[in-house]
């Protein structure tokens, strides 16, 4: 970041001394640090108060504060340690612009939209990007997915061959212009995915903020939706990197109805993405949302691995069709292309099922069933350290060890559980990581 003008210099400027100005306008350009500011601020302890949003640039960095102030050429911010920072209104996305002017006219009681003000995330130690993945056992499940009460859309560009529309904290690309009805009605649906999960038992709403916002790509033919990679809900499609939605029209041009947003979907949604990668675990979370019943109350994440047991199919149940290995799980990819979110996976139904068997067993049977390990696993793919995540999920032992024990803990739900041995390079793999 560039050097900032001495307190002495600040009047020069035109602008006010004190502590709390971090960037100046230079006379020759409207900036002299144009984009970096956020991103600057973004390193600061921040996480939201019930007031705070999520801010972004024109770069897609991020910062959780609280506006404050709005003057000509800036806005005041305040940080969670108390600072109140001026930052110039032009280098902040179209949707934060918008958002400004709405908050002008308002007198400053327009309430804020950040999805997770409701669960703001714990601060973490100085330096550190990763935030404790704690779940929320006792909180009730939303039975409803409510939409956020101020949704602000920009147009950013509108053409026939590409329109792009901005929300808080989506980027919408659509191969044609969309009607005020339906940029609102997708605002509504993907605004409402992050809302949903400031409420949530597990708490997944702490994982890691997206460096940028999320992609939304909307498709106009089934051919072309059926093509786009990810786990399906009806007209819509999640990966890791971005959303896919199908917008079907009527004979007459009127935008169809979209599908309701189940909250479980939501979570798998987040998991993918706080994950940041393409990951086998997020096929069993995805699984594991979808087996959960509406109701979440204590009771029922007790009885979740009674239940799963009792709904196995008989030839997994009785140990005579195997499951994958752990070793080649650990060494492949997600299957996003060919997963389902509420079904089995087409032609690897077995990969579906040990998905779930797994999560299960880490979520609830493992250790004390508080998930202390999958979070500490979690806890290191945040930080990039595959082979410390290993590590932490194996404990020491070779992935054959560790199978005996998941099988001996659904053992004693009455499942018997056989293994399929490892392929050569995953063996040769887990042999050459345990030396």
């Excluded at 918008?98 to 002008?104: F, G, H, N, P, R």
């Excluded at 999960?197 to 992609?215: C, D, E, G, I, Q």
């Excluded at 786009?228 to 004979?251: D, E, Q």
Aim: charged share 25%; proline share 8%.
């Amino acid at each position: 970041m560039e050097r900032l003008p001495e307190r002495n210099a600040w009047k020069e400027k035109g602008l006010r001394p004190g502590d709390n100005v971090v960037a100046c306008a230079d006379k020759g350009s409207p900036m002299t640090v144009p984009v970096k500011i956020l991103s600057a601020l973004a390193g600061l302890s921040l996480a939201g108060s019930v007031h705070a949003r999520i801010w972004t640039n024109d770069r897609g960095a991020t910062v959780v504060a609280v506006l404050v102030a709005v003057r000509d050429a800036e806005v005041d911010l305040k940080l969670q340690d108390g600072r109140v920072v001026a930052v110039p209104k032009n280098v902040f996305s179209g949707a934060d612009q918008a958002y400004i002017l709405e908050w002008v006219k308002s007198g400053g009681t327009l309430p804020d939209t950040d999805a997770g003000a409701e669960n703001p995330p714990a601060p973490g130690p100085p330096g550190a990007r990763y935030v404790p993945l704690e779940p929320n056992w006792d909180i009730p499940w939303p039975a409803v997915a409510a939409a956020p009460s101020l949704l602000l859309v920009k147009a950013v560009q509108e053409t026939d061959e590409l329109s792009v529309y901005e929300t808080d904290h989506f980027i919408i690309e659509s191969p044609g212009k969309l009607s005020e009805t339906e940029r609102m009605a997708l605002a509504r649906r993907f605004e409402t995915v992050l809302s949903v999960l400031a409420a949530v038992p597990m708490n997944l709403t702490v994982a890691r903020r997206p460096s940028r916002k999320y992609l939304v790509r909307v498709c106009f033919q089934e051919e072309e939706f059926n093509r786009a990679p990810g786990l399906m809900h009806g007209r819509l499609k999640f990966s890791p990197t971005s959303f896919t939605v199908l917008l079907l029209r009527s004979k007459t041009g009127k935008p169809l109805k979209l599908d309701a947003v189940d909250p479980r979907f939501a979570v798998a949604h987040w998991v993918a993405q706080s994950m940041d990668l393409e990951h086998w675990l997020v096929d069993g979370f995805s699984a594991y949302m979808a087996f959960l019943p509406m109701v979440k109350e204590a009771a029922v994440f007790r009885k979740l691995p009674e239940r799963l047991a009792s709904r196995l199919p008989r030839a997994l149940r009785t140990g005579k069709e195997p499951l994958p290995a752990l070793a080649d799980m650990l060494a492949r990819d997600s299957s996003h292309s060919a997963s389902g979110h509420d079904s089995a996976l087409k032609g690897d139904a077995a990969g579906y099922w040990a998905g779930l068997l797994w999560t299960v067993y880490w979520c609830h049977l493992e250790g004390e069933g508080k998930a202390v390990r999958l979070r500490s696993y979690l806890k290191a793919w945040d930080a990039e350290d595959a082979r410390k995540a290993r590590g932490i999920l194996l404990d020491g032992k070779s992935p054959e060890e560790v199978q005996q024990e998941m099988a001996a803990a659904w053992k004693k739900l009455g499942v018997k559980l056989k293994f399929a041995p490892p392929s050569p390079p995953a063996a040769d793999k887990a042999a050459a990581e345990e030396k």
